[in-house]
């Protein structure tokens, strides 16, 4: 479907005067009624609501205001307001596709200067989100995807590997250090046929840690008061685009290599195929090398850190649940039974496991929230007016706890929350861990495959013993992870 809203701006700048991300539109602007949204109490003159927030922590202080305030709030921040939704209703209203789209702003617009009009980060009106769409959504197919499993396999067994030796040395496992090596090398591989050679490292790649430095600094610009960022980010800036610089080699290494191997990787139909090879079914038309070395930035780190995140999420909860886990196991077991890999179908028939990696994603959902903007003037829920342009960021971790939807105890992992019959009795739109629309995930599939198949051998292998005095805590990094997570592992009787 072609996404037709355009900026109410009219602005194509990356950033606009004040130094904000484009996209940008204060809610004073767009929300007429807003004094009918609830703020927190004790707000700062010129401040604003700073009283008891955590620059580092703003999806997690947002949380707490979610809590207080109820389904939708607002919190202001130097002279600019956000108008956060956080109720199923509200978000069930924002879900609709003719009234609402994608809107590119706060975290995501900071990406623009390095993924530019990259899929994640294109505006809905950039005549480069539907052409790259049409050529990439292939890349995607059951096809594709059973094209990719062997790949994945591959990565998997270098974890286990890996895993094997921490294992026999007694020595924890950095479960978000490794979850992060298994996942850059799988969307590597099998997007670019490119080896990082994580595994081979004790410190995480270099692309890693620029990507890093890259999302952190895309969140920090958020929570920085806008005249005082450039005093403020002076340090971080410098860095920020050192960070960028590398990124950007990297990815032109990856394409020159490609191009030098003849253009194709040996006819293997990858991602980085198609964006070299592939024109428009229609128009004929295909993606400028400018516009490519976004893809590819794009889908690097959009195609691992979520997936990492996931992983990790849960391998925490299976390690606290150990019926889940012997559950699951036993699914393993049945399925693909006691040894040998399984096939590409196997992995969707794990259906107990999936329901455990969905409860992960709806507790921690790892890209926490979207923001959807009005295509025209319209009210949300019947209640409150929104101009054209006006946007609201859905807060999915709160959505999916709201009691509405979830019941009182929402706080509670429970993979039977996904049985199918408590899917059905529930309302539609109460569980986005991957988006919404046009503009959703493009990678689901992908990232629900890789993240099945490596929790499934990892539980066919290992036991999973959780560090008794560890309490989760999310780092937040416009992502979200698990920090300091680690888990010794035992070797399960019987194993191969
Ligand atoms: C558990 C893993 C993942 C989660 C939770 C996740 C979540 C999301 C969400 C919430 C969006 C929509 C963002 C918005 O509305 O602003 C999105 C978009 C996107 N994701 Fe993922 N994602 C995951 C894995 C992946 C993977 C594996 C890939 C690539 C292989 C990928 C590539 C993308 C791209 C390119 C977009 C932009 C799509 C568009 O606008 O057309 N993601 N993802």
């Given at each position: 479907?072609?996404?037709?809203?355009?900026?109410?701006?009219?602005?194509?700048?990356?950033?606009?005067?004040?130094?904000?991300?484009?996209?940008?539109?204060?809610a004073?602007?767009?929300w007429?009624?807003?004094?009918r949204i609830p703020h927190p109490?004790?707000?700062?003159?010129?401040?604003?609501d700073?009283?008891?927030?955590?620059?580092?922590t703003p999806l997690q202080d947002s949380m707490r205001m979610a809590d207080r305030l109820g389904p939708i709030f607002r919190r202001?921040?130097?002279?600019?307001e956000f108008v956060f939704v956080s109720g199923a209703d509200l978000a069930a209203d924002l879900a609709?596709?003719?009234?609402f789209?994608?809107h590119?702003?706060l975290?995501?617009?900071?990406?623009?200067?390095?993924?530019?009009?990259?899929?994640?980060?294109?505006?809905?009106?950039?005549?480069?989100?539907?052409?790259?769409?049409?050529?990439?959504?292939?890349?995607?197919?059951?096809?594709?995807?059973?094209?990719?499993?062997?790949?994945?396999?591959?990565?998997?067994?270098?974890?286990?590997?890996?895993?094997?030796?921490?294992?026999?040395?007694?020595?924890?496992?950095?479960?978000?250090?490794?979850?992060?090596?298994?996942?850059?090398?799988?969307?590597?591989?099998?997007?670019?046929?490119?080896?990082?050679?994580?595994?081979?490292?004790?410190?995480?790649?270099?692309?890693?840690?620029?990507?890093?430095?890259?999302?952190?600094?895309?969140?920090?610009?958020?929570?920085?008061?806008?005249?005082?960022?450039?005093?403020?980010?002076?340090?971080?800036?410098?860095?920020?685009?050192?960070?960028?610089?590398?990124?950007?080699?990297?990815?032109?290494?990856?394409?020159?290599?490609?191009?030098?191997?003849?253009?194709?990787?040996?006819?293997?139909?990858?991602?980085?195929?198609?964006?070299?090879?592939?024109?428009?079914?229609?128009?004929?038309?295909?993606?400028?090398?400018?516009?490519?070395?976004?893809?590819?930035?794009?889908?690097?780190?959009?195609?691992?850190?979520?997936?990492?995140?996931?992983?990790?999420?849960?391998?925490?909860?299976?390690?606290?649940?150990?019926?889940?886990?012997?559950?699951?196991?036993?699914?393993?077991?049945?399925?693909?039974?006691?040894?040998?890999?399984?096939?590409?179908?196997?992995?969707?028939?794990?259906?107990?496991?999936?329901?455990?990696?969905?409860?992960?994603l709806r507790l921690w959902p790892?890209a926490p929230g979207f923001a959807r903007?009005?295509?025209?003037?319209?009210?949300l829920g019947?209640v409150h007016?929104?101009?054209?342009?006006?946007w609201a960021l859905v807060l999915a971790t709160m959505l999916h706890r709201d009691p509405a939807a979830w019941g009182e105890?929402a706080a509670?992992?429970?993979?039977?929350?996904?049985?199918?019959?408590?899917?059905?009795?529930r309302p539609?739109h109460v569980f986005k861990p991957?988006g919404t629309?046009?503009?959703?995930?493009?990678?689901?599939?992908?990232?629900?495959?890789?993240?099945?198949?490596?929790?499934?051998?990892?539980?066919?292998?290992?036991?999973?013993?959780?560090?008794?005095?560890?309490?989760?805590?999310i780092?937040e990094?416009?992502?979200l992870?698990?920090?300091?997570?680690?888990?010794?592992?035992?070797?399960?009787?019987?194993?191969?």
């Open positions: 479907m072609a996404q037709t809203t355009r900026p109410a701006t009219g602005n194509t700048n990356t950033t606009g005067p004040t130094g904000l991300a484009k996209g940008f539109r204060s004073e602007q767009g007429p009624e807003l004094h109490p004790r707000r700062v003159p010129l401040l604003g700073v009283l008891g927030v955590n620059v580092r202001k921040a130097f002279g600019k609709d596709e003719s009234r789209a994608k590119v702003g975290g995501v617009a900071n990406l623009r200067p390095v993924a530019g009009d990259g899929l994640f980060t294109a505006y809905n009106h950039e005549p480069n989100w539907q052409l790259a769409h049409d050529i990439l959504a292939p890349g995607f197919s059951r096809d594709a995807m059973a094209g990719y499993h062997p790949l994945m396999l591959d990565v998997a067994r270098q974890l286990t590997a890996r895993w094997d030796e921490r294992e026999a040395a007694g020595d924890a496992v950095d479960v978000p250090g490794d979850m992060t090596k298994l996942t850059l090398e799988t969307i590597a591989r099998t997007g670019f046929g490119h080896d990082f050679g994580s595994f081979e490292r004790a410190a995480p790649h270099p692309f890693v840690t620029a990507m890093v430095g890259t999302l952190s600094f895309a969140q920090r610009r958020n929570v920085v008061p806008p005249l005082l960022g450039p005093l403020l980010l002076r340090g971080a800036d410098r860095r920020n685009d050192a960070d960028m610089a590398y990124l950007n080699r990297t990815v032109d290494e990856v394409v020159a290599a490609r191009r030098a191997a003849g253009g194709s990787g040996g006819g293997q139909g990858d991602l980085l195929d198609r964006m070299l090879e592939v024109a428009h079914p229609d128009t004929g038309e295909r993606l400028s090398a400018e516009n490519i070395r976004r893809q590819v930035i794009t889908f690097l780190v959009a195609g691992h850190e979520t997936t990492s995140g996931a992983l990790s999420f849960a391998l925490h909860y299976l390690s606290l649940h150990p019926d889940v886990l012997a559950r699951a196991r036993a699914e393993v077991d049945e399925v693909w039974g006691a040894d040998g890999e399984p096939a590409y179908e196997q992995v969707a028939k794990l259906r107990y496991l999936r329901r455990v990696l969905d409860e992960s790892t903007e009005a295509r025209e003037d319209t009210t019947g007016p929104m101009r054209r342009g006006a105890n509670e992992f429970d993979p039977d929350r996904f049985a199918p019959s408590a899917v059905r009795a539609a991957f629309g046009a503009r959703a995930c493009i990678g689901r599939q992908f990232a629900l495959h890789e993240a099945t198949l490596v929790l499934g051998l990892l539980l066919r292998r290992y036991d999973l013993h959780a560090d008794p005095g560890y309490r989760l805590r780092a990094r416009l992502t992870m698990p920090d300091g997570l680690t888990l010794r592992l035992g070797r399960r009787a019987g194993a191969a």
